[in-house]
């Protein structure tokens, strides 16, 4: 990846952050994005500390916004020249409830980050890398965007629909040389799902998390460096003939259901 330009959005901890730092090391020039501005600098600084051959600039930014993604877009311009890989990261899980009684402004706020903030992503940095003739994208589905999860709609909707997109990016632009594929995670354990299993066992949630690794077929939640590895795959050039694809990596769960 050296030399390669990689933006990657919710970079500031959970998988954004453990991409973040395997692009890095294998030689990638990094633009980090976040809303969460604080955090976005530690993580900044963590990686410059560890890679101090790559160039790392920082955005602080909200995906759901146009104008925060036009921003980010342009310096990632300005200070590389060229957008070889977006990882299409960051997102939300909303609030745990039953369809009839989701509350209507997270719904809407999953919409807008899950699914607007990939849309808005892809929008403007495609044409980018149809100027270049090559790029590589890749959008963070989930299980929820291939199977339904219990409590969890709006979260399922816009997973679903990064699967959609994911398949029409794919089939629009790999004659430019742009290959588009998600991943769709099973548990992995970051500051998310950690907040997730306090949600369902708010009294133990070491206890919730346990009795769900119980259920993989691995009898483990995944690593964010687990998914590091697979998502260095799909946007490198290692990648030739990937398109299109949503890919579990899960421990086999979903297989399950
Ligand atoms: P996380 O909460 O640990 O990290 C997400 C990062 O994205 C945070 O730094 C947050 O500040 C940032 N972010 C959120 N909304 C943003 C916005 N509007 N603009 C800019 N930055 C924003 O979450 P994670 O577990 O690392 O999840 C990353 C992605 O992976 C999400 O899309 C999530 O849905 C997906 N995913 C995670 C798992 C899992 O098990 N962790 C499973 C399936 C899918």
Redesign the pocket.
């Known amino acids: 990846m050296k030399d390669k330009v990689m933006i990657v959005?919710?970079?500031?901890?959970?998988?954004?952050?453990a991409a973040a730092e395997e692009f890095a090391a294998k030689g990638a020039d990094l633009l980090l994005?976040?809303?969460?501005g604080e955090?976005?600098q530690e993580a900044s600084h963590k990686i410059k500390a560890a890679f101090p051959q790559i160039k790392i600039e920082s955005y602080v930014?909200?995906?759901?916004k146009e104008e925060d993604v036009k921003g980010y877009v342009a310096l990632a311009l300005k200070a590389f020249g060229r957008i070889d890989g977006l990882y299409n990261?960051?997102?939300?899980?909303g609030r745990q409830a039953p369809l009839v009684d989701y509350d209507l402004e997270v719904f809407k706020r999953v919409v807008?980050?899950?699914l607007m903030?990939v849309y808005l992503a892809m929008r403007h940095v495609i044409p980018v890398m149809q100027k270049q003739g090559y790029g590589r994208i890749v959008n963070?589905?989930?299980?929820?965007g291939i199977r339904g999860v219990v409590n969890q709609t709006a979260?399922v909707a816009t997973?679903h629909a990064v699967s959609g997109m994911t398949k029409n990016a794919a089939i629009e632009y790999a004659k430019d040389g742009i290959l588009t594929n998600a991943i769709?995670?099973?548990?992995?354990?970051?500051?998310?799902?950690a907040?997730a299993f306090k949600q369902v066992n708010p009294a133990d949630p070491k206890a919730a998390e346990t009795e769900y690794a119980q259920r993989n077929p691995v009898r483990a939640?995944?690593q964010?460096k687990d998914v590091a590895k697979l998502v260095a795959f799909l946007i490198s050039e290692d990648n030739g003939y990937v398109n299109g694809q949503t890919i579990a990596i899960d421990g086999g769960e979903s297989n399950l259901y």
């Open positions: 959005t919710g970079a500031a901890m959970g998988l954004g952050l994005v976040d809303y969460n955090a976005l930014a909200d995906v759901s990261n960051a997102g939300i899980e807008d980050i899950n903030g963070v589905a989930s299980v929820g979260y997973k769709a995670p099973g548990a992995i354990l970051t500051p998310m799902v907040e939640l995944g964010p």
